[in-house]
């Protein structure tokens, strides 16, 4: 075996020579995959489609695929996102089709840039979710919305791996607006129902994080709000958070391929 020289790495690998970033959605039945089950698959799908993918050193190296701001198991999403370090340059477009070949249907790769300075982490600090309430009447679902945002403070616990924690849900809650399954605005007539009533919520990044989940729980706080069924939850969107409530797409300017 060949004695390593000081300063040098075992197991030497070839360099990182491009950085490409992916954005892919999670949708159907794969929602309910944790993000370690999606991580895996997202490996075994760029050995799969032969992508040039570096690798760290050492005695056991694994693929430099970096993650951010996994959505929770049980949600959906429109906007996630992840870093490949490659060992030669690829065409983003071809390693979106490619990839996009080998994942499974519900695991849909969407859009890849080359990565550009600032890193993707300086340019999301927002989130916008979907939740879709079956049962629930958009007036009802409106008049808890209202108590939230007028109050500066509502906590909640979450139970984490290291104990109970509190979470300040107004304090990273910047937008919450509703509506009813056709679009519309709540109806202010009493006893209006829709069939499902719409909450659109724009969530700052902040640690420990605000999920859909915990503003859910925030209305029970404030308003008794508990929804009959469980809801259906959506990423929409990750991105910068502008003084008008705005998400900027992480991508921009440097978008080079898109899919639908």
């Keep these: 075996m060949a004695r390593v020289r000081p300063g040098e790495a075992a197991n030497p690998a070839p360099p990182t020579v491009q950085r490409i970033r992916v954005r892919f959605a999670k949708r159907g039945r794969l929602r309910f995959l944790s993000h370690r089950d999606i991580a895996r698959s997202v490996e075994r799908a760029v050995r799969r489609a032969g992508v040039p993918v570096a690798h760290s050193h050492g005695f056991s190296p694994h693929p430099r695929i970096s993650w951010l701001g996994a959505a929770p198991t049980g949600a959906a999403s429109e906007a996630e996102y992840l870093e490949i370090g490659l060992t030669r340059e690829v065409d983003p477009d071809m390693l979106v089709a490619e990839l996009d070949a080998v994942l499974p249907d519900g695991l849909d790769v969407l859009t890849a840039v080359v990565a550009e300075p600032p890193p993707l982490a300086e340019r999301i ?136």
């Design 125 to 260: 600090n927002a989130s916008r979710w979907r939740i879709e309430l079956p049962g629930v009447a958009a007036a009802e679902l409106a008049a808890a919305v209202e108590a939230l945002l007028a109050r500066e403070r509502v906590v909640v616990e979450r139970m984490t791996p290291s104990g109970r924690r509190e979470v300040d849900v107004r304090a990273g809650l910047a937008s919450a607006a509703v509506t009813a399954t056709d679009g519309s605005s709540p109806s202010s007539t009493a006893g209006t129902v829709a069939d499902c009533a719409i909450l659109t919520a724009v969530v700052r990044q902040m640690t420990p994080a605000v999920r859909p989940d915990d503003v859910l729980g925030a209305l029970d706080v404030v308003a008794g709000f508990r929804p009959p069924v469980p809801a259906k939850v959506t990423r929409l969107a990750q991105g910068l958070l502008d003084d008008r409530g705005r998400l900027a797409e992480p991508f921009d300017p440097d978008r080079v391929t898109t899919r639908s």
